[in-house]
């Protein structure tokens, strides 16, 4: 008994482990007061990003590997629209000078391959205007505020306001 049990824990140490080297980007969780976001942090590395690695009018996971999720640990409203309380998928769909902002029940995505079969389960969809920045962020960054969060890549930046 003992020996299936000692095997049993090497069996699920070797897959964890194999799933943590899949990621193929480092991942962070930015908190404020009352939001959390958790999400992949892709490089520029020299490539096109909006409209060329991430096209125009397409679902995003909003980051790399997983899809993002956002926690919201207080009814707030997001980009102009109610929320309540829990955690939820973040997609977007980044267009030239607005993004649709996305909030999705279903978690545990990878990435916005399955996103069709789970468009039913938003809870938010609210568009938002883009920021031209004057010099390029390699990684993909999500900052969060007291009034919201900044996500930014390449010369792009959006706002999402946040509010209780």
Not at 91 to 118: A, R, V
């Amino acid at each position: 008994m003992k020996q299936f049990s000692a095997l049993l824990l090497v069996m699920v140490l070797a897959i964890s482990s194999s799933f943590a080297k899949d990621r193929a980007s480092a991942h962070s969780t930015v908190k404020g007061d009352f939001i959390s976001i958790t999400y992949g942090q892709p490089k520029m590395k020299g490539r096109d990003i909006f409209g060329g690695l991430v096209p125009f009018g397409q679902v995003w996971r909003t980051g790399a590997d997983e899809a993002t999720e956002i926690t919201i640990t207080k009814g707030c409203v997001i980009a102009g629209k109610q929320v309540s309380p829990g955690t939820y998928s973040l997609f977007t769909i980044p267009e030239k000078g607005e993004w649709t902002i996305i909030l999705n029940s279903e978690l545990k995505q990878w990435g916005s391959f399955g996103y069709d079969k789970i468009a039913d389960k938003n809870v938010l969809v609210a568009t938002v205007p883009v920021t031209k920045l004057s010099k390029p962020v390699e990684t993909f960054t999500i900052e969060v505020m007291s009034t919201g969060f900044t996500m930014s890549w390449d010369k792009t930046s959006v706002f999402v306001e946040t509010k209780l």
